[in-house]
T-cell receptor, first 112, second 113 residues
Framework: AQSVTQLGSHVSVSEGALVLLRCNYS??????LFWYVQYPNQGLQLLLK??????LVKGINGFEAEFKKSETSFHLTKPSAHMSDAAEYFC??????????FGTGTRLLVSP | SAVISQKPSRDICQRGTSLTIQCQVD?????MFWYRQQPGQSLTLIAT?????????ESGFVIDKFPISRPNLTFSTLTVSNMSPEDSSIYLC??????????FGPGTRLTVT
C-alpha cells in the first residue's frame, strides 16, 4: 500500500533562509507525487506535481521538489523564505485512479 | 484548473442531527472526491463520487453515515448523518481536472456540540 511520511510536524526558518520540507514515500508502482499548501482557514492549493517526467519539478511561489527514486524521497525546497510562506504543507502520493494519500503535514513557521 | 465552491463554509450542529454539504464546480468533471480533515490532522479520503454510479467508500467510511449524491457533472453533496462530536472536522471536496491534478474546495468547517 502506498504511504507518505513527512519528517517534522513543524519547521521554523528565518525570513530569507532556505526552506526544506521532507517527504518520503512508499509505493509499489511508479508514483505520482504532489505537494499542497494550506493557508489558515483555506482549502488546499497545488504547489507542484511529479508525474514521471523531469525529476526536478518547479512549482508556484518559487518552490521546487526533486524526485529521488533511490531515496524514495520528494523533498520540497525554496531558496529564500518569505513571511507569506507560513502555512501547512502536505505531501501526497497517488498510484493511479486519482486516489491521493496524504502525509501528516508540516507546519512552516517563518520568523522576521 | 477549476473553481470549486462549498456550502456552508462552516456550521455548528447538535449531536444526532444531519448536515448536507454542497460542492459546486465551474466545469464538468468526471470524478469528485470527499475528504475529511480532523483537527490538527491530515486529510483522509472518505469516498469517490462518479456521476451516474454509486460512490466508492474508503475503509472505515460507510454510506449510511456519509451518503453522497452526484446528480450531474458539476455538483455533489455529502451528508454527515447522526452526528457526534467526533465528526467535528473540516470536510473538503476535490475534483480531478487533468493529469492527476486535484483541485480542492475551501472546505466546510463542522463543529458538533
Amino acid at each position: 500500500a502506498q504511504s507518505v511520511t513527512q519528517l517534522g510536524s513543524h519547521v521554523s526558518v528565518s525570513e530569507g533562509a532556505l526552506v526544506l520540507l521532507r517527504c518520503n514515500y512508499s509505493s509499489s508502482v511508479p508514483p505520482y507525487l504532489f505537494w499542497y499548501v494550506q493557508y489558515p482557514n483555506q482549502g488546499l492549493q497545488l504547489l507542484l506535481k511529479y508525474t514521471s517526467a523531469a525529476t526536478l519539478v518547479k512549482g508556484i511561489n518559487g518552490f521546487e521538489a526533486e524526485f529521488k527514486k533511490s531515496e524514495t524521497s520528494f523533498h520540497l525546497t525554496k531558496p529564500s523564505a518569505h513571511m507569506s510562506d507560513a502555512a501547512e504543507y502536505f505531501c501526497a502520493v497517488s498510484e493511479g485512479f486519482q486516489k491521493l494519500v496524504f502525509g501528516t503535514g508540516t507546519r512552516l513557521l517563518v520568523s522576521p | 484548473s477549476a473553481v470549486i465552491s462549498q456550502k456552508p463554509s462552516r456550521d455548528i450542529c447538535q449531536r444526532g442531527t444531519s448536515l448536507t454539504i454542497q460542492c459546486q464546480v465551474d466545469s464538468q468533471v468526471t470524478m469528485m472526491f470527499w475528504y475529511r480533515q480532523q483537527p490538527g490532522q491530515s486529510l483522509t479520503l472518505i469516498a469517490t463520487a462518479n456521476q451516474g454510479s454509486e460512490a466508492t467508500y474508503e475503509s472505515g467510511f460507510v454510506i449510511d453515515k456519509f451518503p453522497i449524491s452526484r446528480p450531474n457533472l458539476t455538483f455533489s453533496t455529502l451528508t454527515v448523518s447522526n452526528m457526534s462530536p467526533e465528526d467535528s472536522s473540516i470536510y473538503l471536496c476535490s475534483v480531478d481536472v487533468s493529469s492527476y491534478e486535484q483541485y480542492f474546495g475551501p472546505g466546510t468547517r463542522l463543529t458538533v456540540t
